[in-house]
Structure formats: C-alpha cells, structure tokens
C-alpha cells in the first residue's frame, strides 16, 4: 500500500531512477472523461529537468504512453496505465554512490530497510518517481476543473530569506508561470533567480516555500476525524521529497493570534455563508467551508550539493564522498507542479467520496 | 474509512460529546500482551478535562471499559473495544447553537456536508473522539516499549510567544509533568501558566506549538513514496482538532539554510551508523534513519471563547453569538497526550509494516 | 483489517461469545436516515438462538443499543456503534474445553495462530459475532430498500437430502417466515422440521444449503476485476461460520450445460434490456445485469454435537471429548437473517462506490 | 480499488484486451528475492492462448518485461511493474460487437455501467486482463516456495459430466501437466479432449471444475471473521471470468452427512496435531490447520460460440449476433495456472499478515 494513494480516485506509481521508466495506474477514474497524453504532457513538461539554466540539466523528454484506460479519446472507467521511460541512464555517474551513502539522501535508509538498493541515481527514492503523480494529478485537475469547478494552483513565495507577498484569493497561472522560478512576483522573482545561480556556482543549494491554492470548493468536501481534508493534504505534501513542513490557514503563525482574533465570523453574503476572514484556510473541522484552500509547504535545500561532505559507505568506514554530475540548486520550481497533482489528488478523492456518501 | 487510521495496528474511533458515550475499536493488536484498563487510564486522565484549574472544567471521569479482546489480562489478537461513557450531558448549555454555527468551529461545515448535525457540544467534532485515540495510543505505546524499546513523549515548547528551549534527546517525561502546563523549562511554563489565567480571565484563548519526539527507533521503519514516516505522522497531527501545521526536523526554518550546512553527515560510532547533525529529524526518504525522531505540531488558539461574536444561523441570517459554558483557554497541556498517542500509532503500525515485509 | 467488511459502507464487528459483549461499528452510512433500536432488532430476533424448540436454547434477549451516529431519530452520517451485551455466560459448561480442543472447531486453530484463546464458548469464532453483522446488515437493508428499491431475501432450500424447489423471481418473505426452519415450501418444511428433531434425539446434526436473492438491483452496479459483484458476495458468504460452498446463478450444476445453452439470451422488454434466460444469476462481468440476482451458499452440518469425540489437548495428548450444553442440531434458519445481512452489505457498499465513480 | 487484490503483498492489474497492453503492478513484495522474467514467462505460457489445437488460436508471445522493482536480479522491496504487450489486435473481427451485446458476456453491463466500452475483443473483461494475476501469481509461488515450503497447485478435474478422481494429498505437477486438458487422470484426459473437439466441431463450448490445492501451509494462517481463508479465496476464485462456484473441503458434498461423521478427529502424530479425516479442507474457523488446503472452483461453458444467438443492440432492438473468429470450446486447461496464481497471492498475502500480527 506504500505507493498508492487515495481511496476512490487511487493511485499507484512504480519506477526507479534507472530501469525501464516510471509510471501510474490510476483507478477509479470517472468513465467518458476525454482523455489524451496531450492533457497529460503540458505538466510533466513544467515538472521536466532541463527546463531552464536553472533546473536539473537531465535530458528526457519524459514524453507520456497511455497504456490503458482509454478508448477512442475517452476514459473507460477502467485503471488508466502511464508509462515514461527512462532514456537519460548514465550509471557511470554514480559509481561511487555504489558503496557511499549521500548524506540526507534515502541511500542509507533504503538499505536499511531492504538490505540492497538501485544505487543509480536514488533509485526508487529519485524524483524521477513525481513524474507518476503529475501525469495522475493532470487527471484529477481537468476532472476538477470540469465536472466541479475547481481551480488548483501553486507557486514559489519563499526561496531561503526572499520571500514574496502572495494573495491567495487573487494570484493567477500566468504570473506564476511568467518566470523562471514560478514566483508571481516579478521583483523578487528576479532575486530568487540572482540567489540561485549563485549557489550554482558554489555547488549549493537552497530550500524555501511553495503556496498551494484551491479554490471553487464547494462547502461539504473533506471528513471528520483521521481523514480531515487538511491532514490529508499534509500526508500529500510530506510524501513529496524534501518536503519537511505544513501550515494550513494561519498554520505556525496563527499560534501568536489569540482565539477572539483568530476566529474566522461567518456572514452571510448574496445568500450564501462566507467567512469574513480566512485563517482557517478553507477548511474547519477537516471540511470545506466554501472559502479559498490555501497551505504552505516546506522544502529544505536540495541535499545533492558539489562538494566534498563526511560520510560512511556499506562497510561501515567513515569516509567522504563528492558530488557531481547533475546539480539542481533549487528544485522549487520543479515542485511547483507536482504541489499542484498531490492537492488536486486529494480533492478529487474527497469529492467523490462526498458524493458516495451525501450525494 | 474516515474514521479509521492505521493499516495493520488499525483503529476507528466512534461517538459524539452527548449519546452513548466514545470509543475505538482497535484491530491488529499483537496477542498475549498484557493489558487491562490500568495500562489505558492514566493516559486518559492526562487527557481529562477538568485536571487543574487551566484547563476544562467539564467533570468526567473518563473511566475506560474494555469491551472485548481480552482474555484473563492478555490481549487475544482479536478487536479490542474500549468504551467511555459521556456523564456531563448538559444538552441546555448548547441550546443557542441549535441555530447557530460558531465561528471557527465545525458546526457550519458538518451543516453543509450531512444536512444535520449533532448540536450539543461539538457531536463528532468534540475534542471527547480524541478518548479512543488516547487509549488505543497507550496500547501502542505499551508495544513499542515493550516489544521494541522505543521510547514516545510530547511537551509544550510554545505558548502564544513563549517558547521553551527543548532537546529532543534530553528531555524527559518527569520534567513534562512536574507542571500543569507540560512544559519541561519551568521558568517558561511559569508565564505560560500566567498567560493562561489572563486569557482565561478575558474570556479568550491561546495556541501554540507541541514538540513531539520518538527515541530508539531503528533505522528502517516507514514507506518509501507515499506512506513516508513523516507523511504519516502529518497526516495523525493534522488530523487533531485545532491543529493547523507540522514541521519534521529542521521544518520551515531549515528553509534558511544551504543544503551543504544542512546535510547531516553521516559517521560511524560503535559500529553504528550515526548522523553528526539530525536536521532530519530522523528520518531521511520516509524512513527511519535509527536517530531521534522529533518533529512540531502548530495549534490554533481555541475557538471557544467568551466573548460575543459575528455568526450567521442555519436560516442563512446574521446574527451574534457569545459563547457560555465551559472554557478552556488553552488546549495545549491536554493535547501532549493526544500527540503522543498518535505518534505511538503511527509508529506501531508501521512496525508491523516493517516486519511483514522485510523481517 | 480482519474485522472489517467493505470500502465505502464499512462494517467493523468486535466481541467474543463471554465477555463484554458483541457489537459493530458501521462507517460511511448515509446521513439523515431515520434509524432507531426498532429497525434493527427484528432481525436480532430472527438471528437469536432460543426462538423455537428447534434452535439453541441460549437465552438472551440479545437487545440492542446504539452508542453513537444517530440524533433525534436519524443518522448523522458519522460511525454507528452498535452493542449487544452477553448475558447468558455459563463458562462452568465449558470447563472442559479449557484444554481439548473440540472437533471441526476454531479452538486449534486459534490456539495456533495466538497461542492463547478464550476457552468460553468460542470467543470470537462464536457465533454470536454474527449479531453485529445481522444488526448492520439491517440498516443495510433499509438504505437498499428505502433509496434504491432493492429486495433482499433469504431462505433454506436444502437440509441434508431434503431438497425445496424455490424459484428466486416469486418467493415471498411471508411464505419464509410461515415456518420454523424458514423454507417456503411447507410440505418440505414439515420433513426437514422431523429430521431435525431427530438429530436432536440423537445429539447428532445437519447441514444445508441456504438460497439467497436480492431483486430489483438496477444495472451496473459491481466492478470488473476484483471485486466482482459475485466475488465480493462469495467473500461475504464464506466469512460464515460454518460456510462451506458458494454457487451463484447456474452454479456448479452449469458446468453440466454447453455455453449454447446456457448463454442467457438478452431482448428487449418495455424498452429495458432483459435476459430470456438467468442462468448468469443476474450478474455478468462482475456487473449487475438489472436481472434478479440469486445464489446458494452450503453450510456443514454443526460441529457442536452431543456425543463422545476423538481430540486432542493442549498438551498434545490424544483424548476424548464429550459435547454438552447447548445443542442447535441444525443453524440453517438462524443463518437466514445473516445471509441476507451479508447480501445487503455488499450491496449497498457497491451502490456507493457506483455512485461515486459513476454517479 | 477494484483493481487490487490483497492487502500486503498487494497486486494491480491494467490493461484491455486491444490498446497498450495488459500488466500488474506488485507492490509489498519482499526484497532481495531472485527474481528475472525467467521466473514468470513458464506460468504465461501455460496461461497462453495456442499451446495447442485444443485452446484459443491467438497467436501471441505473451513475453513478460519486468519494468520496475528488481536490481540485478533481485527484488528491490518497490514495486514491480510487469507488461506484456498487447500484438494481435485484430478489430475488424470485432466490427459486429461495436453495437451488439454478446449474450453472457460483459459488453452489456460495461456499457450499462460506464455509458461506452472498448468493445475490441472485450476490453477490460477480456481473459487477457488475467495475465497480470498470472504473472504476480508466480512471484508469490516463488516466495510460497523458497520462504515458507508450501506447494501450490491446480487441476482440471471436470469437464461437463467427465469426471477425475484426485487425491489432493498425491496429485503431482507431473500427472497434471502430462496431457492437453490438465486432468492427473490420463483415461478421463483423453475423453475430456474427445468432448472439446466435438465441441469445437460444433461451434459449442463446455465447463467444467477445477481443484486447487495447498500443500504444507503451517497452522495459523488466515484471520477470523471476514479474512477467513476460505473466504478469501471464494473471492479470489469467483473474481476468474466464468467462475461460478466455489466450494472448500467438502464443499457443497458435506451438506448430506451428519456433524459426527463430517467433524475431523484431532489426533497427535510424531507430535504434531493432525486430523483423522479433512472434511474442512486445511481451514477451520478461517485459519489453515496444517491440513492440505483444497478447494473446487466450478466454470461455465465458455459464453463464445460460433452460432447465431439472439440478443439485443446498443439502440434497444431485438437482433441476432454469430460469433466468429478465435474458438475456445474449453477455457479449463488454461484456467489451471490462473487458479494456481490466484491461490498463491491470497496464501502469500496472509504468511504476511500473519508475520506482521503474530511472528
């Protein structure tokens, strides 16, 4: 059950870094939605290494095969295989990674774990496996967009200490996508752009934050208790690699705020309930209140840095290791999109579980 | 399934604040354990309200029954049902929020999703669903003490601004529970005690942050991808009631740092595979890395506060509310248990994942 | 997950024979229901040994009461805990069982997997765990009959040789109901109520098949692959206790036929799609075919059986072990309430997730 | 969901039976098992159509490529994507199917379900889908093997009113795999052959049963309740396109003896608990007892045949169909490895869950 995800609207990716590609079986998909890889490609694009002088230098076309699922243009209802190959293998770049452990990488984990591992390029613990989701997560914001009318964003706010004043409510696709950093503000944009090339070029590397945005959700989505909209929101954003936090609403701020000023007044606006504020972030007791969905998540540095670090190897000697090939100072960018396929993953789950129950 | 978390080590929790009473069935349980009721009260008396003066005057006393799958003091590997009773009905307090929803809380939200909602005292919504949590979380914690010498603990590290320097390696349950606040730095939880009263006395309330922390882990535990140890853990503290972040680690501070200083390197000590630095918090690609797991959890301040405020009815009409009753103008001290209950149950499961696959 | 049945209307028994009690927890019932005690404990009636000179003479009214997830009368959407007391507890007449392990029952292999068991009267192989499942079973039921239309009856066709012929498009719950052993053919009813007597005078017992039918199933409902409507019921049958086979539509004795003649012919009928024949059971590819779906499940003649046996006891010696105490020569009638309780949670499980992914 | 079977060792089918191709996804295997396509390609074949003149000419490889989850020759504990390809699509053979039902097929409740269907050679229901369970099936065969001793196998043991007798605690591989039909018994193999080619000269079909045995499953596996074993496997069988019966040990037979003569004797040999006589098939109370596990699954006569039929169209008007193109009189031969499959994904699945709870 490790890699599927979601209960009606499920997904199952598969794949290693090297091998023969990544994929996705997404089951439970409505029947007769139209359906090509040309709804598919556009996000797996955005999520691409080798986009930009900025991002990973990896050359795959990560061109999208439908395996199954489909028929004349439209979805059977039936699970819908993915597949993208691998084309970009270049074992030889990891030789060393063969015996060594990269630091705050998975390698020693995975090992401990199974007691082997696919040493080439991380294996199953390799971004490579977000291609899956994407591609999944394309589906579920077109079934969003058109069956619901759901709108799901994201963007960079946060690149280490830049951080970019983002108004949930308003921010549109083209002004994140106006740039190189998908950051909807222009200035700092260009200094996040600035910051980045310069960790290029000493070999490191930075974190920041992503802002992911739902809006149209109907009040109604979402479950009491374990599977409140919210905490499966926050399963979805740390299963991301280098995800390390979540804050929904107000989140870790709103712990300064007391409750008086906290509490969102409800009013009633053209005959409809609408808070007056929104630190709630769209959702209180783990349902959709109708208001915008909005969270933060955490990323730390990329750990793939081109320097010399301490590590151990498999014989348990204390050693180092360097790194080189490809260098991704800020995968942020990348992250964007596939913020965008975990959120619409949740809700499209939850939306069909609603109608199950109370529809 | 909404009320169901775990996979192997599997709870679903059941009742409202006023009916006949709450509880959990817990499947999965390892048989020939030892338990009865006196391993499960003590947790849920640190969960109680009514303990201090800070804290909920509602007057319960919580007593837990085990319905079934035990046998002469030893689980049998069947479902074991704990049941508490609900006592304090006091159905007359609640009778203003038949119509109207309060701010911030759940009544609006169930409204929308089910056309109907339990009235008197949060129904489903009550922090009283967390009683099976807690109790199912001390069997839990029992196994990981017993059968795998893990240790679980939670404090309070921050109240509103008040924060308390804690070591996740050092800190101990005694120093916890030597004050009413549960926080271990007692100088801290001096002004946090007299924050508390203040809010109290102002009809309002106060969040803050609970640092949660698992010892003696081995390194191996979690799922690669979507069943991530930290993706779990987010998804059990999101799923609190009043809780709205989670950090892992280094969280969204380690967004300030390069990636080349948040490495943390690995090095060998007694054979041991050991990290110099645990920016990781312990867990590195989902799973365990054999260090200490720590990690924060972000509460809102309490919604329930005594002071009139803007809210609309389930006529759709404007309206004022001013809350009465019972007022706890801080969760926190109460939820330490709540979040090592869930740590324990996530940790358990995912123990017995770990043995079904690779022991 | 072993105590749980279903994905969307998710049952979960708990309970041993001597204990606390029996109970359920149903997750994922639709909201605003009308539901009381008064709808379920019909069928606890019907399941409930002691009815006639017939059955097992334990006494207990077996009256149930529900703990949570209803409010003025309707369901509230969140889990209905439902609880059974035990009252009848005699572990006196089974002090013997202490350490043999009865012939054909689960006592060996309990003790096997667990390595403890509850020596009295079962425990959780008892039949009384069906009490949950026949109570959850009749809010499945209700919903089935209530929102969708649908049917769903049971009766006993065979005992031993005696052999009814039931045709699954007309029989009547009344002509069911009209008798003791449930078999709507009064003639054979009479000869099986003799030989049941009979093998009450002689401590021995009987076997026999139960017919199950549900009507009014509209089109559609089931899924490919897995969990075929066929595949979920069989589950569901030979979860029994005492279940030994499964037949749906033409069955074993379809093997017989050439795919000529037993291909159901389908025309048109007041502008509906039927079939000419129903040797399919009313369902084909796993999916309903809005045709009357029917099937046989064959229970073993009761292993508990008055008379001098060969065992062994935990001490891995050979012995002897002599049944006393309650004796139901024949469970055929008390199952028919369960079979139809199985039959309606799959079902109505089924018309959820159709509705979800289809609706 | 529907797409998945099992709940540790968990496997995901995709494909129809025109597109892409058919495949599986294995996710919980163990790691570090060997494991190359040389381990799945004997099981495909013996599932492939053309083994001989007795079985469905189509004319394909069925050549397994293993996409995901193994590194250099292990497995790597990810999951394990498996595809065959699909080469001999041959739509034009199915113009007539484009808007006629085949009677006793699945085009009519697919179409009533999803409102479209691939109506090339069956889409989704097609026998190709059971590739995927083939090839998984092997994998937990291997594992059955090598980590736990228990030999899995399968037989014809009816075709129509020919009937073999075997003994499920001799039958050998080697006998079954002697003939075209998979019957141990040459002299009833050779008429079964004689009836399928009279059948196929006819343009007619039959059906016919299927024994599958577990040898050396260990006391303890299996859960009560709803995973009984039996249970599991009555899924698991009747989820086979055209199984329409399912009976464990004594089966549907028991019902005409009484409990004395049909309860199993425990007895102790070489100081080991045995049964005198295995009425139960290997399982009581839903847990294995040591005892060989058998099971019969009953098939129906193939739905295709080469004669006019009646049945009704897309547009609701009566009609007739004539099959044409691939004959398979007899599935039963080819049926063996999938009842083998599917008897070691649901035995290997509960060694697992069994591990996880009590090892």
Same mark, same amino acid.
């Given at each position: ?5 979601? *209960?009606? /609207?499920?997904?199952?990716? %598969?794949?290693?870094?090297?091998? #023969?590609? @990544?994929?996705?079986?997404?089951? $439970? ?41 489909? /028929? ?10 993915? %597949? ?20 705050? *990488?998975?390698?020693?984990?995975? /090992? ?6 696919? %040493? ?8 490579? +496996? ?6 999944? #997560? ?7 967009? +058109?069956?619901? $009318? ?41 200094? !996040? ?14 974190? #920041? ?11 109604? %989505?979402?479950? &009491? @208790? ?10 979805? !954003? ?6 390390? $936090? ?21 009013? @009633? ?12 972030? $769209? ?22 840095? !081109?320097? +010399? ?17 490809? *260098? ?8 964007? &999109?596939?913020?965008?396929? !975990? ?6 789950? *939850? ?9």
């Amino acid at each position: 059950m490790a890699n599927t995800f979601g *209960h009606l /609207f499920r997904i199952t990716t %598969w794949g290693e870094s090297h091998g #023969g590609g @990544v994929g996705v079986v997404v089951d $439970g998909c409505p029947p007769r939605l139209k359906l090509t890889a040309a709804d598919l490609q556009p996000d797996l694009d955005r999520r691409r290494p080798g986009q930009s002088p900025l991002v990973s230098p990896r050359k795959e076309a990560d061109t999208v095969r439908i395996l199954s699922g489909t /028929f004349e243009g439209r979805t059977l209802g039936t699970p819908i295989c993915l %597949w993208v190959k691998n084309e970009d293998a270049r074992p030889e770049a990891y030789a060393e990674m063969k015996t060594k452990f990269r630091p705050s *990488h998975a390698d020693f984990t995975y /090992f401990a774990k199974y007691g082997l591992r696919n %040493w080439q390029g991380g294996g199953r613990a390799s971004a490579r +496996e977000t291609i899956g989701r994407v591609a999944a #997560g394309a589906i579920a914001k077109k079934i969003l967009r +058109e069956r619901f $009318g759901v709108e799901i964003l994201a963007c960079v706010q946060q690149i280490q200490r830049l951080v970019a004043g983002v108004d949930p409510e308003r921010v549109q696709m083209r002004a994140i996508e106006a740039n190189l950093v998908r950051c909807p503000d222009p200035v700092i944009a260009g200094k !996040m752009i600035t910051l980045i090339e310069r960790m290029r070029a000493a070999g490191d590397s930075v974190g #920041g934050v992503i802002l992911g945005v739902a809006r149209g959700v109907p009040a109604g %989505w979402g479950e &009491p @208790v374990f599977d409140k909209l919210e905490a499966d929101l926050a399963k979805a !954003m740390l299963s991301l690699p280098a995800a390390k $936090g979540f804050e929904i609403g107000s989140g870790f701020a709103g712990t300064l705020m007391t409750g008086l000023r906290h509490n969102d007044p409800f009013r @009633v606006r053209k005959g409809k309930v609408v808070t007056a504020s929104n630190h709630s972030g $769209g959702i209180q007791g783990g349902i959709s209140n109708g208001q915008t969905i909005y969270f933060r998540v955490a990323f730390k540095p990329t750990a793939t840095v !081109m320097r +010399e670090q301490l590590t151990v190897d498999e014989s348990l000697r204390n050693t180092t290791l360097t790194g080189r090939g490809r *260098h991704d100072p800020c995968v942020l960018p990348r992250a964007v &999109p596939i913020v965008e396929a !975990m959120t619409a993953l949740v809700l499209v789950d *939850h939306a069909l579980r609603h109608k199950a129950q109370c529809g």
